[in-house]
């Protein structure tokens, strides 16, 4: 099952999420919704269900996780599968990493999530770079072996902002403003 919009508010609630965290999950789902709005005009197979709930609840965890060691994404995962929307549980899930990224096969749900939670900042929407900026400096806490991973994921988000844009009427820089 695909939940609705009020359903993933509901379990933002219910899952206790941050009022920041909710404002960021609403931010990165217009973003989404945007570019699957322009691959789907573009003739490509996007379920706008899913990225929406996928969106809203990429971050359902977060708040549950925020002092721990548990990984949000996976535990996100572990939540939509036990409320049975195991039709988004591998968007939650990839939202921070994708799991088998593949630059020549179509795009995907999961990677429209993945990019478009990296482009907001809090609940603004930034430029990749900016937001490595801020991952970096909140998460990383200067270890080597974690600043590697976090650019070598980015370069990735790089690859997948190439692979969505080539089939978009607009580029990167244009969503500031045509979601704000």
């Not at 789902?29 to 269900?49: C, H, M």
Request: net charge negative.
């Amino acid at each position: 099952m695909i939940p609705d919009a009020n359903r993933c508010n509901s379990m933002m609630s219910a899952y206790g999420m941050l009022d920041n965290i909710r404002a960021h999950s609403f931010k990165v789902e217009k973003v989404a919704s945007l570019i699957a709005k322009g691959l789907t005009g573009a003739g490509i197979d996007i379920s706008f269900a899913k990225v929406s709930a996928g969106a809203l609840l990429h971050d359902i965890a977060k708040t549950m996780c925020l002092d721990s060691d548990v990984d949000h994404a996976v535990k996100g995962k572990e939540i939509c599968i036990k409320n049975g929307f195991s039709e988004i549980a591998d968007i939650v899930g990839e939202h921070i990493y994708l799991a088998d990224y593949q630059p020549c096969n179509s795009v995907t749900e999961q990677e429209i999530i993945y990019y478009s939670d990296k482009r907001v900042n809090h609940d603004m929407i930034v430029p990749l770079e900016k937001r490595l900026e801020y991952i970096l400096e909140r998460y990383a806490r200067n270890k080597e072996a974690l600043v590697k991973r976090i650019e070598d994921n980015f370069r990735i988000c790089r690859e997948v902002e190439k692979k969505i844009f080539r089939y978009l009427s607009f580029t990167p820089e244009d969503i500031m403003q045509m979601v704000n």
